[in-house]
């Protein structure tokens, strides 16, 4: 893990060195943080909190691993209870991340169901609100990414479960959030530079992507009038399990974000401080935006 000061000046092209990512690296889906090599910074050693988020409620999607682990532990810093949701599978790395966002001095609970299923989606809703007592945070975050060279091996199921996953459960998740949270409350939707600059070989997760940057500025306009924003983050490549349980083809890993203005692959770290100050107040003049943490490409 990086030692990095977030108040020491660097130069953002050398704040976290490209790493040495082994070729043959291939995890099952969905992946998994424990063995993922080299392992990613959540900014756990290293994110400082200013109380921007005291008392506040939130749920995040897929926050066991990732950018999503990474959002929880910023929040809980930050002084907020958060709920995570993950696959059964993930209850390895979801401890993990409860284990941290305990050290934070703040409420973790972990909530295990698939949210391609509408009925997970509300009652996993209904398990945050009644252990943690409202929502004000939304972070739809969790997302499917499998490679596919050619279209002709993308399949039927393959781009349901893409569009259920990053797409649906957003939906389902939000309309069954909205009940529960009151003025001054946030979405917050990870959409990616996928909608906007769509590489070959990401077809379904592209088109995905591109769905939710639509959803974003839609809901915003939607939900001015309760006084909920609603935003989104769109980041470049990421060191994630994502990347690795199929997400691209081994041989890509050698140079994985090397292709950006700053020369390389971002960790989750380097994400959170995003979802932080769009949860806050200091984001209180904004929403239907996009944010990109590209690396310097642009996605407009």
């Known amino acids: 893990m990086a030692d990095v000061n977030q108040h020491t000046m660097q130069d953002p092209r050398e704040q976290y060195p490209q790493p040495d990512i082994p070729k043959n690296q291939i995890q099952s889906e969905p992946g998994d943080e424990a063995t993922l090599t080299p392992s990613a910074d959540h900014g756990d050693a290293t994110y400082e909190g200013a109380g921007r988020l005291t008392g506040r409620k939130a749920v995040v999607t897929g926050g066991d691993s990732g950018i999503g682990r990474a959002v929880a ?8 209870d958060v709920a995570i949701i993950c696959l059964p599978e993930e209850t390895e790395d979801a401890q993990k991340t409860l284990d941290l966002i305990a050290a934070a ?4 609970i972990a909530i295990a169901g698939d949210i391609k299923d509408e009925a997970f989606c509300e009652s996993a809703i209904k398990q945050a609100v009644d252990e943690l007592g409202s929502i004000d945070i939304l972070v739809n975050n969790a997302g499917k990414q499998e490679f596919r060279e050619n279209i002709e091996d993308l399949t039927t199921e393959q781009f349901e479960d893409t569009f259920k996953t990053n797409v649906f459960a957003m939906f ?3 309309k069954a959030s909205l009940p529960h949270m009151p003025a001054g409350a946030a979405v917050i939707n990870t959409t990616s ?3 906007y600059q769509p590489s070959p070989g990401l077809l379904d997760y592209a088109s995905s992507k591109g769905a939710i940057t639509s959803f974003t500025k839609g809901l915003s306009q939607m939900l001015i009038e309760k006084g909920i924003r609603v935003n989104a983050v769109a980041p470049g490549p990421v060191w994630t399990p994502l990347q690795t349980s199929h997400g691209q083809p081994p041989e890509k890993f050698e140079k994985f974000g090397t292709d950006t203005p700053m020369g390389r692959m971002a960790q989750p770290a380097e994400l959170a401080p995003t979802y932080v100050f769009l949860a806050s107040q200091e984001s209180s003049y904004i929403t239907g935006e996009v944010i ?3 690396g310097g490409n642009p996605i407009s």
């Open 73 to 80: 532990i910023a929040y809980a810093c930050e002084g907020a």
């Open 105 to 108: 001095g703040q409420k973790g």
């Open 172 to 174: 389902w998740l939000t």
């Open 193 to 195: 530079i996928q909608s």
């Open 292 to 294: 990109g943490v590209t």
